[in-house]
């Protein structure tokens, strides 16, 4: 079975900063996910990794995938309080299952 | 809103009984996904289902089944419910299958007393 490694698990920083999550996987796979949850609601799509080096950007959020390394990194720039939520990274294999990682709960203080 | 609907947002129910869970997938999609959130498991993998057809299977219980109808919409049939199945139970529907974008329903809560 895939496993899905997520780093941090919680983040707290300061409004401005600039931080990285890190999602590891075990096996070989080119499809990753980024999505973001907010306190009691559902899943948001953030990104759609699908070839190495695959890199995509969309405000202050980066995700780029290795599939060589078995690493996809989500960068976050300047951060905002408004990007205070969990972040999950999730993995699908060739039998089309879907791994999630254990989320990375983030917390910007202004 | 995603445009994915999934009822009931919430259901109390007793050990041992059965209930259906409802996911009616965005226009146009073909795809429907049943994920479990639960504080001990975190996010799980259930099912997958294309244009009717059953196309991935995760760590889906045998008490569970679900199905995908004609018209596309799906539903997520739990029986001899289980205090460890209380959870948020998410579908999700993508236009084709496995490298899509996966949108995600609001979620069904499940309490199981």
């Known amino acids: 079975e895939l496993k899905v490694e997520q780093n941090p698990l919680f983040l707290s920083m300061q409004e401005g900063k600039n931080y990285t999550i890190y999602c590891n996987y075990s096996?070989?796979?080119?499809?990753l996910y980024w999505y973001r949850q907010d306190p009691g609601k559902s899943l948001e799509s953030l990104f759609v990794l699908l070839s190495n080096g695959a890199v995509k950007q969309e405000g202050r959020l980066m995700a780029s995938l290795d599939t060589k390394a078995r690493l996809s990194t989500l960068h976050i720039t300047a951060a905002v309080h408004d990007l205070s939520a969990t972040y999950f990274c999730a993995v699908g294999d060739n039998f089309n299952k879907f791994y999630f990682g254990s989320g990375t709960k983030l917390n910007v203080k202004p | 809103d995603s445009g994915v609907t999934q009822t009931p947002k919430h259901l109390i129910t007793a050990t041992g009984q059965r209930v259906t869970l409802r996911c009616s997938p965005r226009?146009?999609?073909?795809?429907v996904y049943w994920y479990q959130q639960s504080l001990d498991q975190g996010l799980q993998f259930l099912i997958q289902?294309?244009?009717?057809?059953?196309?991935a299977k995760g760590n889906i219980l045998e008490r569970f089944s679900a199905q995908q109808f004609p018209d596309l919409h799906s539903e997520l049939n739990l029986s001899s419910l289980e205090l460890g199945d209380s959870a948020l139970y998410f579908c999700?529907?993508?236009?084709?299958?496995?490298?899509?974008?996966?949108?995600f329903g609001p979620g069904t809560r499940l309490t199981v007393l």
């Open positions: 999700a529907s993508s236009y084709r299958q496995g490298r899509d974008t996966q949108y």
């Open positions: 096996t070989t796979s080119d499809r």
């Open positions: 289902y294309y244009n009717g057809e059953e196309r």
């Open positions: 226009s146009g999609d073909l795809s």
